[in-house]
Each structure stands twice: as C-alpha cells, then as structure tokens.
C-alpha cells in the first residue's frame, strides 16, 4: 500500500536509483482476487504505474520470469508470507535476499530458511529495528537520569485510527509478532 508499508518505502527508494533494475513487485494479497476482490484504489493506481513503467506485478514470485541475471530480492511483507516468499525466491534463482524482520512466524522457520539460503549459496540480509540498539538504549537510560528529559521517537505510520482494521486483517499475525 502506498505510503503504508516496508515495502512501499523501499520500492521508492528503489525506483530512484539509477543503478537498480525494478523488474518486479509481489503482492500475495491485493493482487490476488480471491482474497481481495475489491484492492484500495491508491494501491491499484499504484500498480497501473508500475506496469506503465514495465514493472511485473503479481501475487507470486513464480509468476515472474526465473531470475536469469545476479538478482537481489526485497521481501518485506507480512510475517506468515515471508517463508514462503523467501524459499520462492531463492528457488527462482536469487542471490541476494533482504529480509525485513522478523523475518519468519518462528525461529525454526528463520533456521529452514537460513539452511536454504546456505544451500544455495544466497546471501541473506535482514532488517532490524533500530529502537533496541545500544545507542537507543543509552539515550533511554540516560533519560531516565535527567529531570524533566525525555525520548521522543518518530514514525512514517501513517494509518489512521479507523483504518487499523484493515491493518491488522492484513497482518493478523499482529504488531507483537513483528517487533518481538
């Protein structure tokens, strides 16, 4: 979803650089009719840009074309469609993978993907949350310290109150899963 996601931030950054080749975008969600038959109009504008602009978008990565050339995919999806949109891509042929954390629903499912990736021999790199780096926590700590201080962390949410349904129906696993 424009605006909404990991995966639109990095899109557009994406886009931008000059020396990356977008050939693709995966949505298992929106894009398959059978559990969205009616996708948000931003996100099918969306779509309709980047298919304008010679961009695949589909709701699997073995719709798209085996990956001929090195390859990097981005996964940045929901938590329970990670696994299989990682072992997809590795399958596909890719040899670089960036995973946005957590990654998977379960540690064994984060070891089964590491396996394949070594198997493979696909380098994976994953995501984290910056809030619980040392130099975070320090300025927490230090806070706590200093009359009257505090930590003010900003975000790009830009989900309003009455759309978190549709959120959290997205992503049911739930926030406690992703930033656990």
């Keep these: ?3 909404r996601g990991m995966g639109w931030y990095h ?3 994406l ?3 000059p020396n990356a080749n977008v050939v693709g975008v995966v949505e298992p969600f929106f894009l398959n009719a059978n559990l969205c038959p009616n996708p948000p109009a931003a996100f099918s504008d969306l779509v309709e840009q980047l298919e304008a602009a010679g961009v695949a978008c589909t709701d699997s990565v073995l719709s798209l074309p085996k990956f ?3 390859t990097m995919c ?3 999806g929901r938590t329970a469609d990670n696994p299989k949109l990682f072992r997809e891509c590795v399958e596909h042929g890719a040899k670089i993978v960036y995973l946005e954390k957590p990654g998977a629903p379960s540690v064994d499912e984060l070891q089964e993907m590491s396996d394949l990736a070594d198997s493979k021999g696909v380098k994976v790199y994953l995501g984290y ?3 619980v780096t040392p130099y975070v926590q320090k300025a927490l700590a230090l806070s706590k310290t200093v009359e009257n201080s505090h930590v ?3 975000h790009n949410n830009s989900y309003k109150t009455e759309e978190l349904e549709e959120c959290f129906t997205r992503n049911s696993e739930g926030k406690c899963v992703d930033f656990g």
């Design 11 to 13: 899109l557009t950054q």
């Design 68 to 70: 001929e050339k090195d």
């Design 152 to 154: 003010l962390f900003c």
């Design 129 to 131: 949350n910056k809030n």
């Design 1 to 3: 979803m424009p605006k």
């Design 74 to 76: 981005l996964i940045a």
């Design 15 to 17: 886009l931008d650089m």
